[in-house]
C-alpha cells in the first residue's frame, strides 16, 4: 500500500502497470484520477489551482484513510497519489488505484477513498483566474458522499 504527496504531475497509466504488475490474484484493478478543471467555481476561466498542505498531516491522514479502506475491503494493494503546489488545467491531482480479487470491492474500496480525500485530507485550495485568487471553500455534495460510509 502506498500514499504518496508529491508537486510534481504523475502518469496514471505508468502508476497503475507498476501497481499491478506481475501480481497474483488480481481480479480487478480500479482506477480514479481526478483532473484540474478549466474553469473556476465561478465559471471564470481558471489559470491555476494551489494545493497547500502541512505535509508531516496530510501524509498521516492520507495514510489513516488508506488503512481504513483496507480494514473495510478484502484489497490486495492501493496506491494513492495526491500533489500539491500549483496545478494547472489538465494536469492530474490526485489518483486512487485498487487492487482486488473482485470488482465490487476495488469499486467500492476506490470510491471511499475519493470520498474521503475530499473531505477529509487537509488540503487548502485556492483558485487562480485572471481576476486573483480565492479560496476554495468546502462543498456540501462531497460531505453527503462521505457520509453515507459511516452508515455502514
Known sequence: MTVRLQSEPFD???EVV??????DGVGAVVTFTGLC?????SGAPLEALIL??????AQEELERIEAEARARWPLIDALLVHRYGRIRPGEPIVLVA?????????FAAAEFL???LKTSAPFWKQEETAAGTGWVAAKDADD??????SRG
Open 18 to 23: 507498476r501497481l499491478s504488475e506481475g501480481r
Open 144 to 149: 453527503a458522499a462521505a457520509e453515507r460510509w
Open 52 to 57: 497547500e498542505h502541512y505535509p508531516e498531516m
Open 37 to 41: 478543471r478549466d474553469r473556476a467555481d
Open 98 to 106: 485498487t487492487l482486488s480479487s473482485h470488482r465490487a470491492a476495488a
Open 12 to 14: 496514471s497509466g505508468a
Open 114 to 116: 475519493m470520498d474521503y
